[in-house]
């Protein structure tokens, strides 16, 4: 696919289908969604910030993913500095996995701590209670989550470390025996660099999602253009077994920002995906994405037509440094 090429997710025509003005009490704006499937509805875990600037995160749910949205009355989890330091100015961005090992979803999210952004995780049954198992990794770090099941007796975490030594932000791979000890970090997907729409800044969107040809993932490349910064949308396939193979990367961005409410916000030229769901009756995935920071919005492909492109691009050849 070039750039002539049509996107690979088709929008939905009801978009946005979250927006601040019909949420259940005042906020500033709502973006960046975990998304899950449970008990016949989906739920999103939506990043709502409040017009202190400070983020906490709720549930809202749809018969269809689509339309007709219950959003609860207050937060799922909400910053509690007092027993979690790290959640001092707010929490972001979550990712949801099931683990059907344990029964229970695993909530991937960034605390923002005095030290700067971390990943902290969570975990719930039935998304009314919740276990929160506060920091796994140091700052600075965000945009993580769990594979659903394990792989050679681990838990693995996809997570993005910052650092103004490597150039660039990576997207990095850790294991763990029992999700509060990790290690084995290695890097998984490094950010090109030059003029690549993906140069010196990645990172991942949903969590992986497993299919028979590999663990297809999404992430964000960001392009630092005159006006500002510029979220673009990519993908990567990962070896069943071992994901720290790099199978394929596309080359070419398959999602940018496009429409007004893309372009428009508090954030403009952002698309930036944490959450999708896959409904094998009909083949489709349903990605959820924020858009420009400000509004949830729904885009839609076919899983074969994902893997069918992912499978005509390079494996990834970016040099290693570590």
């Known amino acids: ?51 202190r600037g400070i983020s906490h995160l709720t549930l809202a749910r749809s018969r269809d993913g689509i339309s007709d949205w219950e959003i609860d009355s207050k937060p799922f989890i909400y910053p509690e500095p007092d027993k979690h330091p790290e959640e001092l100015w707010g929490v972001e961005d979550a990712r949801i996995t099931y683990l059907e090992e344990m029964g ?34 140091p700052p600075e770090d965000k945009d993580a989550a769990l594979f659903p099941r394990k792989i050679k007796g681990e838990y693995l975490l996809i997570h993005r470390p910052s650092t103004t030594f490597a150039l660039g932000f990576h997207i990095w791979l850790s294991s763990s025996p029992d999700l509060q000890h990790w290690g084995k970090h290695k890097i998984l997907l490094l950010a090109r660099q030059g003029a690549w729409w993906d140069a010196n800044k990645i990172g991942l969107g949903p969590p992986p999602l497993e299919t028979p040809e590999g663990w297809l993932i999404l992430y964000h490349g960001v392009r630092q253009t005159a006006s500002g910064s510029l979220y673009r949308v990519g993908m990567a396939l990962l070896d069943l077994e071992n994901p720290y193979q790099v199978l394929h990367r596309s080359e070419s961005w398959i999602m940018s ?27 489709e ?22 893997l069918d492109y992912i499978k005509t691009c390079p494996a990834d050849t970016t040099p290693v440094w570590f």
Request: hydrophobic share 40%; aromatic share 14%.
């Open 104 to 137: 229970k979803y695993a909530i991937a999210y960034t605390a923002f701590s005095r030290g700067g952004p971390l990943v902290s995780l969570a975990l719930t049954e039935d998304f009314q209670n919740l276990e929160k198992l506060g920091a796994i990794v």
């Open 285 to 306: 995935v349903y990605l959820y994405y924020g858009a420009a920071d400000t509004c949830i919005c729904l885009a839609v492909a076919r899983l074969k037509e994902l």
């Open 1 to 51: 696919m070039d750039q002539n090429t049509k996107e690979l997710f088709v929008r939905h025509h009801t978009n946005p289908i979250l927006t601040a003005k019909v949420w259940s009490y005042p906020v500033n704006t709502v973006f960046n969604p975990g998304a899950v499937k449970f008990q016949d509805q989906y739920l999103l875990l939506c990043r709502c910030e409040d017009q």
């Open 257 to 283: 920002p496009q429409e007004y409410y893309e372009q428009s916000g508090d954030v403009g030229g952002v698309v930036f995906p944490t959450g999708w769901i896959y409904q094998p009756e009909t083949d």
